[in-house]
């Protein structure tokens, strides 16, 4: 039975192309488990994926789609059973294996675990590798806070990047947990937004994405950086002695202009935080925290939903930072 999906390939006669195809099942990768896809997402790596503005993609053809969330058609794992809500992300799917921007994937079984009650197949990608990375982030520092006895409240937790997808759920994750959230986004535009997500205070990007001291005043006790390059070198140099950074993002650069003093004067800790290959023990606890923390109408009130056909366009403005939170693929429309 054919399906539809976005085809990305290159060639020396037309050169990187995404289009919408429809494909025979035959085409399938290799794989244990077969999914019909419910909803996918698109992340910024997709967006890079689909306008080849960066080497995300390292085989071709390729099916884009770093997240996907669906049911078990068909599996070869005694772990999974037709009928399974199913969720994926990263482990290299939509770059070196077919993605999740389908109506049908197949995957290896160990890169799937159970849609965690009481998420939706629409909730999950909803919060998707955006919000799964946030988690992430935020429980490193819930960690090194425990480790320090830093109890929330005791002082302010800056998110960069806070408009985009790891940076709105990063925002409501934080304020839930009793932290007082200061938001740095280049949209200003979206100040109230960020206050509905939890924010208490929020900031133009453009203090902290210029050259800085390698030292500043105390400030922080954690971050959340999405943004990379001036951005993580300014957080990290005005974070309080014994805070810890989560760095997880390039947006603004993948250098890091910075001296060695925040780590050597302050004792702050940097934490680089890898959502793709992450062992699943640590991605089922991130993802436990999303289900408990996340209900349907925050997560409707931070995505919007678009169909397969749209998604194309919309990786543009994902790179342009044009989207507010989170982008919902419905691969069925």
């Known amino acids: 039975m054919p399906f539809r999906a ?56 390729m099916v884009p789609g770093i997240d996907l969330a669906g049911t078990v058609l068909a599996s070869d794992d005694g772990r999974f059973r037709p009928g399974d809500a199913v969720l994926l992300n990263g482990w290299g799917v939509g770059e070196v294996h077919w993605g999740g921007l389908a109506q049908r994937a197949r995957v290896r079984a160990d890169w799937l675990q159970p849609l965690p009650a009481p998420l939706s197949a629409w909730d999950a990608m909803a919060i998707g590798t955006a919000g799964y990375t946030a988690a992430l982030c935020v429980q490193a520092l819930q960690a090194h806070w425990a480790a320090q006895g830093v109890a929330p409240g005791s002082g302010e937790v800056l998110v960069t990047g806070a408009a985009g997808g790891v940076g709105s759920i990063a925002v409501v994750l934080l304020a839930r947990a009793g932290h007082r959230v200061v938001a740095s986004t280049g949209r200003v535009q979206e100040a109230e937004y960020l206050r509905q997500l939890g924010a208490a205070e929020v900031i133009d990007r453009a203090t902290l994405a210029a050259p800085g001291k390698p030292l500043q005043k105390e400030r922080w006790i954690g971050v959340v950086d999405a943004v990379g390059s001036h951005t993580l070198a300014n957080a990290c140099a005005s974070t309080r002695y014994g805070g810890a950074v989560a760095a997880c993002g390039l947006a603004q650069g993948m250098d890091l202009p910075a001296t060695v003093a925040p780590f050597i004067l302050r004792g702050v800790t940097l934490y680089g935080i890898d959502s793709v ?9 991130a993802w436990a925290l999303l289900a408990q923390t996340l209900d349907h109408a925050t997560l409707q009130s931070l995505s919007r939903t678009i169909g397969l056909a749209e998604a194309i366009d919309a990786a543009s403005a994902v790179l342009a930072g044009q989207v507010r939170g989170r982008l919902v693929v419905d691969v069925n429309t």
């Open 6 to 61: 976005l085809w990305i390939d290159k060639t020396d006669a037309s050169g990187y192309s995404c289009a919408l195809t429809e494909l025979p099942d035959e085409r399938l990768p290799a794989g244990d488990v077969t999914v019909q896809v419910a909803y996918s997402t698109l992340n910024y790596k997709d967006a890079l994926a689909i306008t080849g503005r960066s080497p995300v993609v390292r085989q071709f053809p």
């Open 277 to 285: 290959m992450a062992p699943m023990p640590r991605r089922q606890a």
